[in-house]
């Protein structure tokens, strides 16, 4: 496997966070495939990035548009 495709689910503080680091190729062989917010603004940008957007979990992960996902959704 060249890269590690990783989805996100949840694009609140956390989640955004995680899309900085992994579109500026911070993380040695993953790239940002894919992410998921059920608030549609807070997926605005993210397809000019040339990632997949998302508006449930479950197409995220049904699409196998990734490989992995970080789910970053409050925990309660």
Known sequence: MEKVRIGIIGMG???KHHAEYLLAGKVHRCELAAVCSTS???LEGYATKGVKI???ALGLIRSKAVDAVIIATPHY
Do not use: A, Q
């Open 13 to 15: 503080n956390i989640g």
């Open 40 to 42: 549609p603004g807070k």
């Open 54 to 56: 998302f508006g449930d």
